[in-house]
């Protein structure tokens, strides 16, 4: 069965520094990989995803994500962090049967310190 | 860019009431969903619907949870006898695909007292 870990579920970085959110996962085939964002009193907003071929992947505001096969891991980056990015971030696994089911983690809270 | 849209964005009930979330998902696309999200905990897989049945539901989608569309537009979840544990956020959200990135409705709140 697919699984997602992330690990803290609250990371605190101060206004221009490094953003590095931790994601594992398990899973019995190749996996497609999300993480989306949510802000207060607002859905969940995709910020990147990783299918297939290049492992490096850039999403939206800044923030890029690598697949590490020997890792299985799916860690989040940011290379200086910015006020709005304070927010709720989810990694998430696609289920392999073909429902489109995405497995999320527990979720990681960014606070970004002035 | 097209969005989905989700009412109520709050709801209180009692407890025993019948509720419906409603959702309006991005027009072309197919595959449908809701998830849960109680207040302080993971985002929770509830149901996924395509070609008009369910494609798959958890075992959190007991008899007391069922969902329609009722026409080309809309797609409902009921909680036909709700219990203080039902409170939570409920998102809805679709794709066009099954592995293309789900896109979610900010979500309704409900609250069962």
């Known amino acids: 069965a697919q699984s997602v870990t992330q690990l803290g579920s609250h990371v605190s970085v101060s206004e221009g520094a490094l953003v590095l959110l931790r994601c594992n996962y398990s899973?019995?085939?190749?996996?497609?990989l999300f993480w989306y964002v949510q802000y207060p009193n607002q859905g969940l907003q995709l910020l990147l995803k990783?299918?297939?071929?290049?492992?490096l992947v850039k999403g939206i505001n800044g923030f890029e994500a690598e697949f590490k096969k020997s890792e299985t891991s799916f860690h989040l980056t940011k290379p200086s962090a910015h006020m709005s990015d304070a927010a709720e971030y989810f990694c998430?696994?696609?289920?392999?049967?073909?429902?489109?089911?995405?497995?999320f983690g527990q979720g990681t809270t960014l606070q970004v310190k002035p | 860019e097209p969005e989905v849209t989700q009412t109520p964005s709050h709801q209180v009930t009692q407890m025993g009431q019948e509720v419906i979330l409603r959702c309006v998902p991005i027009?072309?696309?197919?595959?449908f969903y809701w998830y849960r999200q109680i207040l302080g905990q993971k985002v929770e897989f509830l149901v996924s619907?395509?070609?008009?049945?369910?494609?798959?539901k958890s075992e959190i989608f007991d008899d007391q949870f069922s969902v329609e569309r009722p026409d080309g537009s809309n797609f409902t979840l009921k909680i036909r006898s709700t219990k203080l544990e039902d409170s939570a956020m409920y998102f809805c959200?679709?794709?066009?695909?099954?592995?293309?990135?789900?896109?979610f409705g900010n979500g309704t709140r409900l609250t069962v007292t």
């Open positions: 990783y299918t297939t071929g290049a492992t």
């Open positions: 619907f395509y070609n008009n049945e369910i494609s798959e």
């Open positions: 998430a696994v696609s289920d392999p049967g073909n429902t489109g089911k995405l497995i």
């Open positions: 899973s019995s085939v190749p996996p497609y």
């Open positions: 027009s072309n696309h197919l595959y």
């Open positions: 959200a679709s794709g066009q695909g099954p592995f293309s990135p789900l896109h």
